[in-house]
């Protein structure tokens, strides 16, 4: 399984963007796909995730600001990102595994894609 996501770029407080990754290969090999991030010197966190079922999860940071979505017939994981915060500034990347209700855990990593928001 391959993941290739897109969609990062600088943007000012306030301002959109959608990230989107896609998914080659067997999609039966896992049930979830979603976004993690990495501020710089901070640990890699979950910003969202959805399960192959429609099951949504958001770290309590974005909520009410990201939407997660996806195109199962394309393999294909969306982020929208609205009302975008200097502190949302990271690397995102990609991830597709197992999820649960207490997570995602990614055996699939695309590329990291940088979200930079200007104060």
């Known amino acids: 399984v391959q993941l290739q996501a897109s969609g990062g770029g600088l943007v000012q407080a306030g301002g959109s963007l959608r990230l989107s990754c896609t998914a080659s290969?067997?999609?039966?090999?896992?049930?979830?796909m979603g976004w993690y991030r990495q501020a710089p010197g901070k640990d890699r966190e979950l910003a969202a995730a959805?399960?192959?079922?429609?099951?949504?999860m958001y770290t309590d940071s974005v909520k009410g600001r990201f939407t997660i979505s996806r195109d199962n017939a394309k393999n294909t994981v969306y982020l929208q990102m609205v009302s975008l915060k200097p502190e949302d500034t990271a690397v995102y990347y990609c991830?597709?595994?197992?999820?649960?209700?207490?997570?995602?855990?990614?055996?699939?990593w695309g590329q990291g894609t940088q979200v930079t928001v200007s104060s």
């Open positions: 290969g067997s999609s039966s090999k896992f049930n979830g």
């Open positions: 991830g597709a595994g197992l999820m649960d209700s207490t997570g995602l855990d990614v055996d699939y």
């Open positions: 959805m399960s192959n079922g429609g099951f949504k």
